[in-house]
C-alpha cells in the first residue's frame, strides 16, 4: 500500500515562495511506471492538476502553472518537493501529492494540506 504524506508551511507571504514536501512510503519514487503528482484545490473551486516528476526524474508541468512551478525529489528520502515561486492570494488551496501507475493514473493520495497566500 503506497502512502503519502505532505508537509510544508500553512501560511506563505505574497511574493514569497511556497514549497511543499510529499514523503512516501510503501513504494520508492523510482519505481519504474510510477509518476509523482502534485495537485491542488483553491476554495470552492475544482481539483487543478499542476505536474508530475517521473521515475526516472523527469518533469512535466500544466501548461498554465509551468512559468514559476519547479517539481524534484530526494530519492535518498524518497520524497519529492513542489515550489512554485511569486505567489499571490490565487495560489491559496488545498494542496495534494498523489501517485499511480502511469503518468494519468493518480491511484493513491496523499490527505491534503492548506496553504493560504496571504500577508
Known amino acids: 500500500q503506497v502512502q503519502l504524506q505532505e508537509s510544508g508551511p500553512g501560511l506563505v507571504k505574497p511574493s514569497q515562495t511556497l514549497s511543499l514536501t510529499c514523503t512516501v512510503s510503501?513504494?520508492?519514487?523510482?519505481?519504474?511506471?510510477?509518476?509523482w503528482s502534485w495537485i491542488r484545490q483553491p476554495p470552492g473551486k475544482g481539483l487543478e492538476w499542476i505536474g508530475y516528476i517521473g521515475y526516472s526524474g523527469s518533469t512535466y508541468y500544466s501548461p498554465s502553472l509551468k512559468s514559476r512551478t519547479s517539481i524534484s525529489r530526494d530519492t535518498s528520502k524518497n520524497q519529492f518537493t513542489l515550489q512554485r515561486s511569486s505567489v499571490t492570494p490565487e495560489d491559496t488551496a488545498v494542496y495534494y501529492c498523489a501517485t499511480g501507475s502511469g503518468k494519468a493514473n493518480m491511484s493513491y493520495w496523499g490527505e491534503g494540506t492548506l496553504v493560504t497566500v496571504s500577508s
Open positions: 510503501g513504494a520508492s519514487i523510482t519505481t519504474k511506471y510510477y509518476y
